[in-house]
């Protein structure tokens, strides 16, 4: 069957979407591309095998994978496949519906979902959030860079006819000015999401300011649309699109928002938003992208109103991330930006590179003049010169998403198809080494770095002790107000200031945000545990009698950046430990239950970075039900001590030290020595301080202190298994000194290397015990 039919001299645009496969004819098996399903199939073949080849090798040596899904655009563009030349009259000689119009509708569509997800997720408020210094990064980075536009006239004599007219060519250079002073949110979002800084200070920062840029932005692209129809096409156009834009304002806000809001009103607590509701919403984006486009309007700036609209985070941010997130990044945007960079012709750069030598003059000089215009405000503000410089490297990051300027642009004829060319490149060579740039300057760790003490054992006497608790999940509560039951005391002298950061993993949201719970926000008024988590701890600081103070705060962010946001809080809040429960979880009746890899992975990034001392709690059950605040009945708590040696056993000790203030805690103190110890070690005379410290302090009547020889490291195992049996609650230190072979030895068969070799001895699977243990891990200093 033939794909099109002729009448006399004219050819009908009709074709077939599948074929009868490659048996339809054996002397031209190519027959089978002339059906648009198999055509789009192959295309989509050669694109993701390109991919996947060109990652292969850039992914050795750190690249991004999006500079891959561009160079596989290169390498099937004009110099070497030539993908889009060879598919276009494959099908049909209309050129809306040539070869590679199903291949444009996937990458147009790719860019319409990706605009609309990355504006959902991304929260509007972290613009008014950070201070005055984002708004004026924000302000003076948008009109900054537009004083490139008094340039676009220079050298205008030399511009070839042959290569464009003149007014052409001015018009090329205003669209590079404005397309190179754009900021677009969510490149600034991709690179602080790949660099894994977006938790931090400086990717607030950067944020903050994109938002505020952006918001101008979109204001100014309305502006100059309206202005080229007025000019170019006729006023009554111009007057209509304006109409219609006041309409589509209206209804927006006037019907979409309000329907918006009833969606999520009537949406139960942790329960999905309903399909149809989600379905409608996607509708309503489509229409708004062909309602702009009908009115000489980039059909781009639909989604992202509508995107505006919708809250972030649950529960409709988080239904459609979950919807179409996955399908969107790994399969849509990769087919968008690799067929936009199939349209860059390299070989027209050096060929035309005289006619566009001060188009590539003016793409740097609109780099170099955003880049004083971030700095110049950071250093106003006095941030350091290293952070300065930086942010203005991402906000001046140019990557895939420009794609959608760049073809607007290309397909409005107002840039040539060589200044495309350098376009694309430009934005390849942005992806592939401004991320490495940023990686050597910008270190987020650096923060953390602190060269005081701030751990327990150098607390003064009778100064505060400042915690920081992490919760996860509601059964996380009981266990560490059962911690905080024990450091507790009737004595004023002894004070505790406790900081309460629940963790909340972020859904359908990109920018991470800390509040205090002194502050009202309703979001978190909805969440049901968090208020509960509040009420437990407000009991818990009345039952103290003021000796306890505690303030909450939330933290939405993503799961492997949480730990970022524990140090930032540790660093702010000046706290002696933070304590984390360790992701090991049992039943009631002390049987292992479960793993929580996740909140595993953020304790060992804790473990590497925190700017204080760390302590990981297992709770089995038992411990936390003696300690309980709320207790009709007040059990005394068994504490024990096995001590070893090292600063991480002194700080162990030292902890310990405040909970014999507690006249319901019982401890005792083990000592267990190596019969080949060394004991002119310098750590060994500091270990015999610190025992001494503990047992010549006031009111010791409640210490009991022993020691065990052991010999090998099966007696340690032995020896601690023993132990468990005996006590409530056991306080380790991680790592001991490890000078004795027969303990390192014990290391190779340790399953939570976070918890140390005795943590994880007493918090093994198969161990028959209810003890609940403490691993402690003394601040470490970094140089």
Not at 258 to 284: A, G
Request: hydrophobic content about 45%.
């Amino acid at each position: 069957m033939n794909t099109t039919t002729y009448i006399g001299d004219c050819r009908i645009s009709l074709f077939n979407i599948s074929s009868k496969g490659f048996w339809e004819n054996l002397k031209s098996l190519d027959v089978v591309f002339g059906y648009s399903l198999p055509l789009l199939e192959i295309q989509i073949i050669l694109i993701f095998f390109c991919i996947v080849m060109s990652h292969m090798f850039l992914r050795c040596i750190g690249i991004s994978q999006i500079v891959s899904y561009m160079i596989a655009g290169i390498i099937l563009g004009p110099q070497l496949f030539d993908l889009l030349e060879n598919s276009s009259e494959k099908l049909s000689a209309d050129p809306a519906l040539d070869g590679t119009a199903a291949l444009r509708c996937i990458s147009v569509f790719g860019r319409l979902m990706f605009t609309f997800l990355m504006t959902v997720r991304t929260s509007r408020r972290v613009a008014f959030h950070s201070g005055n210094l984002p708004v004026v990064i924000g302000i003076v980075s948008f009109f900054a860079p537009l004083f490139g536009l008094g340039f676009v006239n220079l050298f205008s004599d030399n511009i070839d006819p042959h290569y464009m007219p003149l007014d052409k060519a001015l018009s090329e250079r205003i669209a590079i000015v404005i397309t190179q002073s754009s900021i677009l949110l969510p490149s600034t979002t991709y690179i602080l999401l790949e660099l894994k800084i977006i938790n931090s200070e400086l990717g607030r920062l950067a944020l903050s300011a994109c938002v505020i840029n952006d918001i101008l932005g979109i204001f100014a692209m309305m502006v100059a649309t309206i202005q080229a129809t007025y000019i170019h096409v006729s006023h009554a156009t111009a007057y209509r699109d304006i109409v219609a834009m006041i309409i589509f304002f209206l209804i927006v806000f006037l019907v979409f928002k309000p329907m918006v809001q009833w969606i999520i009103d009537r949406t139960p607590e942790d329960k999905p938003v309903e399909d149809i509701y989600i379905h409608v919403v996607i509708l309503t984006v489509f229409a708004s992208a062909a309602y702009f486009v009908f009115f000489n309007m980039k059909y781009i700036l639909g989604p992202l109103i509508i995107g505006i609209i919708i809250p972030e985070g649950p529960p409709l941010g988080s239904a459609l991330e979950a919807k179409f997130e996955r399908l969107t990044m790994n399969v849509f945007l990769p087919i968008s930006i690799t067929f936009s960079a199939m349209r860059c012709d390299v070989v027209r750069i050096f060929s035309q590179f005289t006619d566009i030598f001060f188009n590539i003059f003016l793409t740097f000089l609109i780099l170099v003049i955003k880049l004083v215009a971030c700095l110049t405000p950071c250093l106003y503000y006095k941030l350091p010169l290293s952070e300065s410089m930086a942010v203005s490297l991402i906000l001046s990051y140019k990557s895939f998403v420009e794609f959608v300027l760049y073809e607007s642009v290309l397909e409005e004829k107002l840039i040539s198809l060589a200044t495309y060319a350098f376009l694309i490149i430009y934005s390849l060579l942005n992806a592939g080494i401004v991320p490495m740039v940023l990686r050597s300057m910008y270190d987020p760790k650096r923060k953390y770095v602190n060269y005081q003490k701030r751990d327990i054992l150098h607390l003064e006497p009778n100064s505060d002790l400042r915690i920081l608790t992490c919760l996860y999940k509601q059964e996380n509560v009981s266990e560490t107000i059962a911690l905080l039951q024990l450091l507790s005391s009737p004595n004023l002298d002894f004070l505790i200031t406790v900081t309460v950061l629940h963790l909340v993993k972020l859904v359908g949201q990109i920018n991470p945000i800390i509040v205090s719970h002194d502050k009202k926000l309703k979001r978190l008024h909805k969440n049901s545990y968090i208020h509960t988590a509040n009420l437990a701890f407000r009991q818990f600081m009345e039952e103290t009698l003021a000796s306890v103070t505690v303030t909450t705060f939330t933290a939405f962010s993503h799961e492997n950046l949480m730990h970022e946001d524990i140090c930032t809080l540790a660093l702010d809040r000046t706290t002696s430990m933070i304590i984390v429960p360790s992701g090991r979880k049992w039943t009631i009746d002390g049987i292992f239950e479960s793993d929580d890899n996740a909140i595993r992975h953020i304790n060992k990034s804790l473990l590497d970075s925190a700017p204080c001392s760390i302590g990981i709690l297992v709770d089995r059950g038992q411990f936390s039900r003696k300690s309980n605040v709320t207790s009709k009945y007040r059990y005394n708590i068994d504490v024990g001590v096995l001590f070893i040696g090292g600063k991480d056993d002194r700080e162990a000790l030292s902890l310990v030290k405040r909970m014999k203030h507690n006249p319901r805690v019982r401890v005792t103190l083990i000592r267990l020595i190596f019969n080949h110890e060394i004991e002119s070690d310098w750590d060994y005379i500091l270990d015999n301080e610190g025992i001494k410290d503990l047992m010549s302090t006031e009111d010791n009547k409640d210490i009991v202190y022993t020691e065990r020889i052991v010999n090998s490291g099966v007696e340690v195992v032995k020896a601690v298994q023993l132990l468990a049996k005996e006590y409530d609650l056991m306080v380790v230190g991680r790592d001991h000194d490890m000078t004795s072979q027969d303990l390192s030895g014990l290391m190779e068969w340790v399953e939570l290397p976070e918890l140390g070799v005795i943590g994880d001895l007493l918090a093994a699977r198969d161990l028959s015990s209810k003890i609940s243990v403490l691993v402690v891990q003394q601040q470490q200093q970094q140089t």
